[in-house]
């Protein structure tokens, strides 16, 4: 038996691979396209298993497609900017370009070593200034369209170092460096108007229906579109008013008090008139530096306090308290919301906590109206208003559009559409990402980058402290340059893009990566875009999704591409666990592929990631499963090494005439299993079933040889005197190929080996997919469960394909089903489709 080496077989065929160039392409118009993309990576160090279980699952998809005729495009890069290469940079004093690229060329070697069949001809890194460059020109064409802005907002601000923080660095509060108390602090900031598209962007989630539910009803609710009316609650001795939106105006005789979030502009003002403005600033301050995240989900603590300040209800005329509450956005609605503590939840909480008070205003059909001082959640349901003055006996949310126009007629309201969604705010004052294009001329205010002059390069910045201003606002040389359209002396833009930016349209630069005058050319585009299957983790499901379907429609109308929708078909992997938790460096729980792939070769690791469990489902490591998946291939490999000599080379045809009963058994099951697998890989990405039917094609081999004269792969020797009749060899080596063939997705260095094993001259990356023949593929005999009264009773094998009166018959005569029956009567006999026969008796 030749010896199964596996770890000699992946750099064996990995050299080969490359040599051929097997996996790069080029537009083909007469060839169906299929672009397979994993999202890319962030250059960390070292990938782990739970990393690169993503980019096995893409490829399987790749290798199954070039099978099947198409043109596959199948590229990989890296999401090179961001803020730990920096902050690594603070604490090592290793420049990020560096530990970036080394980075880089390691977790390279890594996806290399596993086989991943990537296109790296068009890799791409967006640290490079090839790469940013249209970053750059990107932003310019926005800022041309009125979509790229300046404005002031909240930054996180240490006010120790002296700089601003990203969330990420604000730990409970606090600098993660310094440990000094954060601070919010105003600076100008650069945004894309995504709200623009924000209509378009919540319509289009309605044609992605290859994307997973859960996907789309997050990036629905992250829009959060909400029509409702914007209301002026007059404030008591201060000639101005705060405005609420409201999508239930129909409470709004409950409105007892009115929230204010810490950020609110008015707060500023209540401070400094009040009695004790220190005070007040302090607990101010302590709800800023909260954890933002944990204020929008509600997971901090709710708390609040007086402001002393009182509003008008317009609609009741009464006095109402104004408080600022801790759990209140700035960034959503107004930043003040009218809290109606009968019909809120949240804000029933927050009155019970602190003795605010309470009006009931709605009774929902069919329950007696709640009382005030007795009910212990908001009822939240619409009903008939009561305590509402000239609306009591109306109904909601009919009411609701009288009660606008009331309030439009009267100038204390409006009609309005609001949505969740904000502006994209891109400024980031680190140095680690792309320079914004922009100069600023005390003559000519701010002026655009003229494009000739792109890119705008990173300085070579040497020392990183994290303190003080942002890192480019400390190169003169960088600072200091001539505004383009005066001549005049100028400074640049010292702030960076967001790193969302880069990863906002990074597969479109894959169409086209070597361009040098465009992102990327429209027609190579047209020809590879959309995305056909994008895979990743669904963490990313709604800011890089939502960011990357904002920039394709910008692209569509800066005349770049003709399509709305970046990505035809959405699968979000699950995660990778170690003893039960998620692996990662800080709980030591990680698997390096390296070491797997050392001790059992590529494929074990490959094959074990995928059979475990379904792709979109979590895995809990095991090596146990990794040894189990090499003892399969190394069963599949004997199986195949036993009968290379008989059948290698052969292209003699099945005659299914003359088959004998066993060989036409083992074509059923190839067939049927070309079917399934088929179908599990590329209709439903159920990898894991597409393998348990692989295995189980192995164990049909298996004893189909041990009925012949070779005999099954543990006999050494075959049987003196006797040699396969063609039409077994036939039979056997059409259901070998396609086993090679289908596994070859899941193992492809293996595979490769067994293939030339077999004979043929080209490798698999050439070769066809099965196709299954159905008459083939259709049982003889099949198994109907039968159900008496609803709960199954019986089991019965009967023939394949029986008529529906010939089946009811063969049921209601078998003895197991009468013993069930107990003399009853038979009312009903129904035959479903799989078959199932389902009886009723009385």
């Known amino acids: 038996m030749t010896d199964y080496k596996p770890q000699q077989l992946d750099r064996k065929w990995q050299q080969a691979w490359t040599s051929a160039r097997a996996f790069e392409v080029a537009a083909d118009p007469s060839r169906p396209k299929f672009y397979c993309l994993e999202m890319f990576a962030y250059p960390s160090g070292h ?40 902050n690594a940079a603070i604490k090592t004093g290793t420049h990020p370009e560096t530990s970036t690229f080394d980075n880089i060329a390691h977790m390279k070697g890594q996806l290399q070593r596993l086989g991943i069949s990537y296109a790296w001809e068009r890799e791409i890194a967006t640290c490079t200034p090839e790469y940013y460059k249209f970053n750059q020109w990107i932003f310019l064409k926005m800022l041309e369209r009125g979509l790229a802005y300046r404005r002031r907002s909240t930054v996180n601000w240490c006010p120790n170092d002296q700089t601003v923080l990203a969330n990420e660095q604000v730990v409970d509060g606090a600098c993660w460096r310094c440990g000094t108390v954060v601070v919010a602090r105003e600076l100008e900031q650069w945004f894309f108007k995504i709200t623009a598209y924000a209509d378009e962007l919540l319509a289009g989630l309605d044609t992605l229906d290859r994307w997973p539910e859960k996907v789309v009803v997050m990036q629905r609710n992250w829009i959060g579109r909400s029509e409702g009316a914007r209301i002026t ?117 927050f009155a019970r906590k602190y003795k605010l008070p309470i009006a009931v205003v709605i009774a929902p059909a069919g329950q007696a109206p709640a009382s005030p001082s007795t009910m212990t959640e908001a009822v939240t349901d619409y009903g008939r208003l009561m305590n509402s003055g000239p609306y009591d006996g109306m109904e909601a949310p009919a009411v609701k559009a009288q009660m606008i126009a009331d309030a439009e007629s009267r100038g204390i309201g409006t009609r309005e559409t609001l949505y969740r969604l904000k502006d994209w705010g891109i400024s980031r004052q680190r140095y680690w990402g792309t320079p914004i294009p922009v100069i600023y001329c005390d003559k000519d205010g701010v002026v655009g980058v003229p494009y000739e002059q792109l890119p705008v390069e990173l300085p070579k910045v040497q020392t990183f402290t994290g303190r003080g201003d942002s890192p480019l606002a400390q190169v003169p040389e960088f600072v200091n340059v001539t505004c383009p359209t005066c001549g005049g002396p100028a400074r640049r833009e010292t702030d960076t893009m967001d790193t969302f930016v880069d990863s906002s349209w990074y597969f479109l630069r894959f169409c086209d990566p070597s361009n040098r005058t465009l ?195 543990s006999r050494s020797e075959p049987a003196p005197g006797g040699a396969e009749r063609g039409q077994t060899l036939a039979v056997l080596r059409e259901a070998i190929d396609a086993l090679v063939i289908m596994l070859s997705p899941f193992a492809p260095h293996t595979c490769e080996e067994l293939w030339q094993m077999l004979g043929h001259a080209e490798g698999l990356t050439r070769a066809a997919w099965p196709t299954f023949d159905a008459e083939v593929a259709k049982p003889d005999e099949v198994v109907v469960p039968v159900q008496i009264n609803g709960k199954i009773r019986a089991r019965l094998t009967v023939s394949a394909g029986l008529a529906d009166t010939e089946l009811q018959r063969i049921v209601l005569e078998d003895p197991s089903v009468r013993a069930h029956l107990d003399g009853k009567a038979v009312r009903k006999v129904l035959v479903a489709k799989g078959p199932l026969v389902s009886v009723v008796v009385g």
């Open 519 to 713: 992102p990327f050319a429209p027609d190579a585009a047209a020809y590879w875009m959309p995305v056909d299957f994008y895979s990743g983790g669904v963490e990313h499901a709604i800011l890089h999704l939502l960011y990357s379907r904002f920039f394709t429609r910008v692209l569509r109308d800066v005349g770049l591409v003709t399509f709305d929708e970046p990505f035809e078909r959405l699968l979000t992997q699950g995660m990778v666990l170690k003893n039960g938790a998620v692996m990662s460096k800080s709980k030591g729980n990680v698997v390096d592929p390296d070491d797997m792939i050392a001790k059992y070769g590529a494929d074990s690791l490959r094959l074990y990631v995928m059979f475990v469990a379904p792709p979109e489902k979590e895995v809990e490591w095991s090596d146990a499963g990794l040894e189990g998946s090499f003892r399969f291939l190394y069963r599949a490999w004997r199986l195949v090494d036993h009968w290379s000599g008989a059948i290698g080379g052969g292209t003699a045809a099945v005659k299914g005439d003359e088959c004998s009963e066993s060989e036409r058994a083992l074509r059923r099951k190839t067939h049927d299993t070309i079917r399934r697998v088929t179908v599990d890989i590329e209709e439903r990405m159920h990898l894991n079933t597409a393998v348990s039917s692989l295995m189980e094609l192995v164990n049909e081999l298996y004893t189909f040889s041990e009925g012949t004269t070779r005999g099954a792969p």
């Open 233 to 349: 609650f007059p404030v008591v001795g201060a000639g101005a008013g705060v405005e609420i939106f409201t999508t239930r105006i129909d409470t709004i005789y409950g409105a007892t008090f009115v929230l204010l979030a810490p950020e609110h502009q008015m707060v500023d003002r209540f401070a400094a008139e009040s009695a004790d403005p220190e005070g007040f600033h302090a607990r101010v301050a302590r709800f800023r530096a909260l954890d933002r995240e944990g204020r929008l989900t509600g997971a901090i603590e709710k708390e609040g306090f007086d402001t002393g300040r009182r509003a008008i209800n317009p609609f009741t005329g009464r006095e109402v308290p104004i408080w600022i509450a801790n759990f209140v956005l700035a960034e959503y609605g107004t930043g003040a919301i009218m809290a109606v503590p009968a019909h809120d939840e949240r804000d029933f909480e």
């Open 47 to 86: 990938a782990h298993v739970g990393h690169v279980r993503n980019y096995i699952i893409g490829d399987i998809c790749a290798r199954m497609k070039r099978m099947r005729g198409f043109n596959v495009l199948h590229p990989f890069g890296w999401d090179a900017f961001g803020l730990p290469a920096e």
